[in-house]
């Protein structure tokens, strides 16, 4: 089991940037895949990035294709997410995920463990 905590949110202005951190417990990071999503007022929750269990591959939303950037670092336990030329669709609260398989999904119901999330604001 992991249990992961997000934090590095915040308000920013419209073009700003903001780097998320997500610290996981346990020895095992390496073995999972982690995503980040992020659910906006009145809406559902939606993929945003993943990143393989090395590193080595990525995956992104294509709205965040180009602005957003997925790493971990595993002997840190923690994968970031940083986010430029924000606007303020990007407000949301923001979701650090594990799944326990090689495979990077999009799929909400394919990731086994979730942090509580970290709200970002985003202004113009």
């Known amino acids: 089991q992991v249990q992961l905590v997000e934090s590095g949110g915040g308000l920013v202005q419209a073009g700003g940037s903001l780097r998320l951190s997500c610290a996981a417990s346990g020895r095992t990071f390496s073995t999972y895949t982690m995503g980040w999503f992020r659910q906006a007022p009145g809406k559902e929750r939606e993929f945003v990035a993943a990143i393989s269990r090395s590193g080595g591959n990525t995956h992104y939303a294509d709205s965040m294709k180009g602005r957003f950037t997925i790493s971990r670092d595993n002997a840190k336990n923690t994968v970031y997410l940083q986010m430029n030329s924000l606007n303020p669709e990007g407000t949301a609260v923001y979701y650090c995920?594990?799944?326990?398989?090689?495979?990077?999904?999009?799929?909400?119901?394919?990731?086994?463990?979730w942090g509580h999330g970290t709200q970002v604001t985003v202004s113009l």
């Open positions: 995920a594990a799944r326990s398989s090689i495979m990077i999904l999009t799929i909400i119901r394919e990731y086994d463990y």
